[in-house]
């Protein structure tokens, strides 16, 4: 749970869940004595009456817990001594906020939220945890059998409680991984989550939602070891990750958008290391690719992409053209591999994909997130497989990734002039104009010096290249007055600069020069 400002620690619920409703009742018709329950009270007013108590007690309720640190377990507790429903309140809060009129704080009262602190015995606590949210599902306050009760929506407790944890999906929420190892809840909370996601979105969204909840499943599987590797630490949630895997394979329609969007992390970590048996793995990884969700897919292929043999199970329920996009966009992980074995595995995955009819992967579409590697990308083009126009027209293709680092050099691995003529040289042979425009468009209109560049002394040589070489039309490049003051201030040789009919008459001035000071 994330906190906006420093929280007061408040230790008596109980009290201010009292004070909170002594502050808006107190001058009701029905007497309010200090051994008068609130929900008995709520119970004795009047339809009109009961309706502004509670709408005002719910917002008072809200603003005396906002920005507190207490025990939700504590209130949810003090809410039931006083014959009244913690879901209530909770609902209450949330439709004050529909209405118009003073919005009440933001106060997040999901009882789990006590596992966020050391717990000496979790299946103890949360068996205590998941017995309060029994007896609230089942309790039964005595101001529900009155006529002004059921216009107010609290009635469908299970989907009020669902909410209030539904909110605590993510891998970074502790409260909800300890949920998900040790509440009897959990499993039949994600299902339930599973097919409200399922209903309720479509396209990116869902793809989305389904993959952050798998992944904030399968985060609390995994420790960092001595050696800063994520490592199985023996929590076991194989019977609920299955169940959710086979609803969401067995529910969810593949789309374009599914295989484009979301991000998994611990999934693919968490199935790669639990399912080391081979016919048990394949089982798995044919129910995840089945499902379509590019966070879940990836996240397993990038875990596997150097074994082509548990690669290829998942590859395989995809179909061609996902397997494709998978395979493009887990390929980029090939960062530490060296670039012939990076081309030797290409090969063996060609093989294994034309083998198994999913087509050849010696296209553009399957190739194009290589060439963010210089070398790869020399080699790719030795062979022919490097079409910057092709890669162009790819929706995930951005050209600021095009030859952006070497080796495992991200930026200066242009160390002279020499690797430059290689570079410009290459971009022209694969047709990558339009990147070198890129390129000096934001060197030139956002002064944004080209990152692969070893020195800024080098941006000389780097435009005398592309000048000499017209790489870009050197009409282009000077198109403007202060294009060329920069050039000429940068130090770019005549020679290059004539290439451009824009260099001439007074730019080629001596004495103009010495006016602006060079």
């Not at 749970?1 to 619920?13: D, V």
């Not at 309790?139 to 909110?167: G, V």
């Not at 996009?325 to 093989?351: E, K």
Request: glycine residues 6%; hydrophobic residues 40%; contains cysteine.
């Amino acid at each position: 749970m994330s906190r906006r400002r420093q929280e007061i620690p408040l230790a008596k619920p109980a009290i201010v869940l009292s004070n909170a409703y002594k502050a808006v009742a107190s001058d009701r018709t029905a007497k309010l004595t200090s051994d008068t329950k609130i929900g008995d009270h709520l119970a004795a007013l009047g339809d009109s009456e009961a309706t502004i108590t509670w709408k005002q007690f719910v917002l008072s309720v809200a603003e005396k817990f906002d920005n507190k640190h207490f025990s939700r377990s504590f209130f949810w507790i003090a809410c039931l001594k006083q014959n009244v429903n913690p879901l209530h309140v909770i609902e209450g809060i949330n439709n004050l906020r529909q209405e118009k009129g003073k919005a009440p704080p933001v106060v997040d009262f999901c009882v789990y939220l006590d596992a966020q602190q050391e717990l000496e015995d979790a299946q103890e606590a949360f068996r205590k945890l998941d017995k309060l949210v029994s007896v609230a599902l089942a309790f039964k306050a005595p101001y529900e059998q009155a006529d002004w009760f059921p216009l107010q929506n609290l009635q469908n407790l299970e989907a009020i409680q669902h909410y209030t944890l539904a909110r605590h999906v993510g891998t970074t929420d502790e409260a909800f991984a300890k949920f998900v190892g040790h509440s009897a809840n959990a499993k039949a909370f994600c299902l339930r989550h599973i097919e409200n996601i399922i209903e309720h979105s479509t396209g990116k969204e869902q793809a989305e939602l389904l993959t952050k909840l798998m992944d904030s499943m399968t985060h609390i599987t995994l420790t960092h070891d001595a050696n800063h590797q994520l490592k199985l630490n023996g929590m076991d949630i194989q019977d609920k990750f299955e169940s959710c895997l086979e609803l969401i394979s067995a529910k969810v329609t593949p789309s374009i958008d599914h295989e484009r969007y979301g991000y998994g992390y611990y999934i693919g970590k968490y199935i790669n290391q639990t399912y080391s048996q081979a016919t048990e793995y394949e089982r798995v990884a044919q129910a995840l690719g089945k499902t379509g969700v590019n966070g879940m897919t990836r996240s397993l292929g990038q875990e596997v992409f150097q074994n082509p043999g548990r690669f290829m199970p998942l590859a395989v329920a995809m179909g061609e053209v996902d397997a494709t996009r998978l395979f493009a966009q887990v390929a980029h992980y090939t960062a530490s591999i060296a670039p012939n074995d990076t081309l030797a595995l290409v090969d063996d995955y060609d093989r294994w994909y034309r083998h198994l009819g999913l087509g050849t992967l010696l296209k553009t579409e399957a190739l194009f997130a290589l060439t963010s590697n210089l070398e790869i990308t020399e080699l790719l083009h030795q062979r022919g497989l490097v079409d910057y126009e092709a890669m162009s027209r790819i929706e995930d293709f951005k050209t600021e990734d095009f030859c952006q680092r070497k080796g495992g050099e991200w930026k200066g691995f242009l160390k002279d002039r020499a690797d430059i003529e290689r570079w410009v040289k290459l971009c022209v042979d694969v047709g990558a104009g339009a990147h070198l425009q890129h390129l000096v468009d934001e060197d030139l209109v956002k002064n944004k010096t080209c990152k692969s560049l070893a020195d800024e002394s080098l941006r000389k040589d780097f435009f005398e290249v592309l000048l000499e070489t017209k790489a870009i039309d050197p009409d282009e490049i000077l198109k403007t007055p202060k294009r060329i003051e920069k050039m000429i201030a940068l130090g770019v040789s005549p020679h290059a600069l004539q290439t451009s009919k824009k260099y001439s008459g007074k730019w080629m001035d001596t004495s103009f020069s010495t006016d602006l000071g060079l």
